[in-house]
């Protein structure tokens, strides 16, 4: 089977009512990204971050998988699809993709503040103050803040190295390491972007469907199926 490469972000879950980032009316039009997404804010102060991640992580569960979600999950009939996720949310695996890389973290996780490996599966969508890992640390969101190192980087740098195909779906390609993945594609592959206001500046060998993602993997479909 050849191996389909999804690089995703937030747009992917745009049409599932998550905002996205730095749209019109995106998450950090609201919020000062360094006052609740970084390392020195979670010094600063933990509660407010925790509040934060408890929103997002509310309206995660309110939320369902969207069209772009379900057909990337049917492609595993066709395709070893890998996934790599900027998103924190779930809606890939809840949409039935098997193999789904969380470059940024997982909003139904957390972690030790002080003890990283020590990562617990959250049960209760509201975090607090006082909830403490097994060795008596505070909690915090297993989350990849600004300032923090990603540690799934190597491995998403091996899976876009092994791509036949790569599709980068819902992301302005602002932030790295995660938006420099696209040139570790093996050269001459097809590559696609699906994104209806495509960051500018873009490679000339990207094929662009310049359609939200619902709509745009459904072309994607379409393409794949003709190349065949
Ligand atoms: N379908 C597809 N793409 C969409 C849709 C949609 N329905 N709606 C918006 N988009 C596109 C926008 O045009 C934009 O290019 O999704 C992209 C969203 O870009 P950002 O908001 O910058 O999100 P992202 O690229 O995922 O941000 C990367 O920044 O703040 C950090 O850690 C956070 O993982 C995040 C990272």
Redesign the pocket.
């Known amino acids: 089977m050849k191996r389909l490469v999804i690089l995703?972000?937030?747009?992917?879950s745009?049409?599932s009512g998550i905002?996205?980032?730095?749209?019109m009316n995106?998450?950090?039009e609201e919020y000062d990204?360094m006052e609740v997404?970084s390392i020195e804010a979670w010094h600063k102060n933990p509660e407010l971050l925790l509040r934060f991640y408890n929103d997002r992580r509310k309206q995660m569960i309110n939320s369902q998988p969207?069209r772009?979600h379900l057909l990337l999950a049917q492609l595993e009939e066709f395709y070893d699809v890998q996934i790599i996720t900027?998103?924190?949310d779930d809606l890939h695996e809840r949409a039935g993709s098997s193999k789904v890389l969380h470059?940024?973290g997982e909003l139904t996780k957390a972690r030790s503040s002080k003890y990283p490996s020590l990562v617990y599966q959250l049960d209760n969508p509201e975090m607090k103050m006082g909830d403490l890992c097994e060795k008596g640390s505070q909690l915090r969101p297993h989350?990849?803040w600004?300032g923090e190192e990603v540690p799934e980087m190597d491995k998403a740098i091996k899976i876009t190295r092994s791509a036949d195909i790569l599709c980068v779906?819902?992301?302005?390609?602002?932030?790295y390491p995660?938006?420099g993945l696209v040139n570790f594609a093996p050269a001459g592959i097809p590559v696609f972007l699906?994104?209806?206001?495509?960051?500018a500046h873009l490679p000339r060998h990207i094929r662009v469907i310049s359609?939200?993602?619902?709509a745009?993997v459904d072309i994607l479909c379409q393409k794949l199926q003709d190349a065949v």
Do not use: Y
């Open positions: 995703s972000g937030a747009g992917m745009a049409e905002r996205t980032f730095r749209d995106g998450l950090w990204v997404a969207n772009g900027q998103n924190v470059l940024h989350i990849v600004f779906i819902g992301t302005s390609l602002n932030v995660a938006a699906i994104d209806p206001n495509p960051p359609e939200k993602a619902g745009g």
